[in-house]
Nanobody, 128 residues
Framework: QVQVVESGGGLVQAGGSLRLSCVVSGTFSSYDMGWFRQAPGKEREFVAAISRSSFSAYFADSVKGRFTISRDNAKNTVYLQMNSLKPEDTAVYYC??????????????????????WGQGTQVTVSS
Protein backbone atom coordinates (compact mmCIF):
# COMPACT_ATOMS: atom_id res chain seq x y z
CA GLN A 1 0.00 0.00 0.00
CA VAL A 2 1.48 3.33 -1.08
CA GLN A 3 1.38 5.98 1.62
CA VAL A 4 1.35 9.70 0.93
CA VAL A 5 1.99 12.05 3.85
CA GLU A 6 1.97 15.84 3.61
CA SER A 7 3.48 18.26 6.12
CA GLY A 8 4.48 21.88 6.42
CA GLY A 9 1.13 23.60 6.55
CA GLY A 10 0.34 26.34 9.02
CA LEU A 11 -0.73 29.92 9.56
CA VAL A 12 1.12 32.68 7.71
CA GLN A 13 0.51 36.33 7.00
CA ALA A 14 -0.24 37.56 3.50
CA GLY A 15 2.97 38.03 1.57
CA GLY A 16 4.72 35.29 3.51
CA SER A 17 6.03 31.91 2.44
CA LEU A 18 5.57 28.26 3.31
CA ARG A 19 7.10 25.07 2.01
CA LEU A 20 4.99 21.96 1.94
CA SER A 21 6.58 18.53 1.86
CA CYS A 22 5.12 15.22 0.82
CA VAL A 23 6.76 11.87 1.51
CA VAL A 24 5.66 8.89 -0.55
CA SER A 25 6.37 5.22 0.02
CA GLY A 26 6.97 2.80 -2.80
CA THR A 27 8.80 3.44 -6.05
CA PHE A 28 8.65 7.22 -5.82
CA SER A 29 10.88 7.82 -8.83
CA SER A 30 8.28 6.15 -11.06
CA TYR A 31 5.45 8.49 -10.01
CA ASP A 32 4.43 11.80 -11.46
CA MET A 33 3.39 13.98 -8.55
CA GLY A 34 0.74 16.63 -8.09
CA TRP A 35 -0.49 19.14 -5.56
CA PHE A 36 -4.15 20.08 -5.26
CA ARG A 37 -6.05 22.26 -2.81
CA GLN A 38 -9.56 22.63 -1.50
CA ALA A 39 -10.81 25.85 0.02
CA PRO A 40 -13.87 25.91 2.31
CA GLY A 41 -17.05 25.55 0.30
CA LYS A 42 -15.19 24.98 -2.96
CA GLU A 43 -14.21 22.01 -5.05
CA ARG A 44 -10.70 20.64 -4.97
CA GLU A 45 -8.54 22.23 -7.64
CA PHE A 46 -5.20 21.67 -9.32
CA VAL A 47 -2.17 23.59 -8.09
CA ALA A 48 0.98 22.06 -9.59
CA ALA A 49 2.44 18.87 -11.02
CA ILE A 50 5.93 17.55 -11.73
CA SER A 51 7.09 14.64 -13.82
CA ARG A 52 9.04 11.74 -12.36
CA SER A 53 12.36 13.02 -13.73
CA SER A 54 11.60 16.68 -12.89
CA PHE A 55 11.80 17.40 -16.62
CA SER A 56 8.30 18.89 -16.76
CA ALA A 57 6.33 21.00 -14.30
CA TYR A 58 2.93 22.63 -14.64
CA PHE A 59 1.09 25.21 -12.58
CA ALA A 60 -2.39 26.60 -12.25
CA ASP A 61 -2.62 30.17 -13.51
CA SER A 62 -3.58 31.33 -10.02
CA VAL A 63 -0.20 30.31 -8.57
CA LYS A 64 2.12 30.73 -11.55
CA GLY A 65 5.11 32.87 -10.65
CA ARG A 66 4.51 32.47 -6.91
CA PHE A 67 4.70 28.70 -6.34
CA THR A 68 7.36 26.24 -7.38
CA ILE A 69 7.33 22.46 -7.30
CA SER A 70 10.37 20.24 -6.92
CA ARG A 71 11.23 16.73 -5.90
CA ASP A 72 14.07 14.74 -4.40
CA ASN A 73 13.84 11.16 -5.58
CA ALA A 74 16.53 10.08 -3.14
CA LYS A 75 14.31 11.22 -0.27
CA ASN A 76 10.98 10.10 -1.79
CA THR A 77 9.78 13.67 -1.30
CA VAL A 78 8.05 16.30 -3.38
CA TYR A 79 7.93 19.94 -2.30
CA LEU A 80 5.67 22.89 -2.93
CA GLN A 81 7.34 26.21 -2.23
CA MET A 82 4.70 28.89 -1.82
CA ASN A 83 5.76 32.53 -1.90
CA SER A 84 3.82 35.80 -1.88
CA LEU A 85 0.91 34.03 -0.27
CA LYS A 86 -2.55 35.55 -0.47
CA PRO A 87 -5.63 34.99 1.69
CA GLU A 88 -7.23 33.22 -1.28
CA ASP A 89 -4.51 30.56 -1.04
CA THR A 90 -6.10 29.38 2.20
CA ALA A 91 -7.05 25.75 1.73
CA VAL A 92 -6.26 22.19 2.58
CA TYR A 93 -3.41 21.13 0.32
CA TYR A 94 -3.26 17.57 -0.95
CA CYS A 95 -0.39 15.66 -2.48
CA UNK A 96 -1.08 12.92 -5.01
CA UNK A 97 0.92 10.29 -6.90
CA UNK A 98 0.27 9.08 -10.44
CA UNK A 99 1.86 5.79 -11.46
CA UNK A 100 0.94 6.09 -15.12
CA UNK A 101 4.01 5.46 -17.25
CA UNK A 102 3.10 7.93 -20.00
CA UNK A 103 4.48 11.41 -20.52
CA UNK A 104 3.14 13.97 -18.09
CA UNK A 105 1.16 16.69 -19.82
CA UNK A 106 -0.70 19.64 -18.35
CA UNK A 107 -3.97 17.96 -19.19
CA UNK A 108 -3.17 14.80 -17.31
CA UNK A 109 -1.35 16.50 -14.48
CA UNK A 110 -4.28 18.74 -13.71
CA UNK A 111 -6.84 15.95 -13.77
CA UNK A 112 -7.62 14.52 -10.32
CA UNK A 113 -8.78 11.22 -11.75
CA UNK A 114 -5.28 10.61 -13.12
CA UNK A 115 -3.85 10.16 -9.64
CA UNK A 116 -3.76 6.83 -7.90
CA UNK A 117 -2.70 7.71 -4.36
CA TRP A 118 -3.63 10.67 -2.17
CA GLY A 119 -2.55 12.08 1.15
CA GLN A 120 -4.81 13.32 3.92
CA GLY A 121 -3.96 16.95 3.35
CA THR A 122 -2.33 19.76 5.29
CA GLN A 123 -4.02 23.03 6.21
CA VAL A 124 -2.62 26.32 4.95
CA THR A 125 -4.16 29.49 6.33
CA VAL A 126 -3.13 32.92 5.06
CA SER A 127 -4.23 35.87 7.15
CA SER A 128 -4.75 39.33 5.70
Amino acid sequence: QVQVVESGGGLVQAGGSLRLSCVVSGTFSSYDMGWFRQAPGKEREFVAAISRSSFSAYFADSVKGRFTISRDNAKNTVYLQMNSLKPEDTAVYYCAADEDSGTLTYGRGARQSAYDYWGQGTQVTVSS
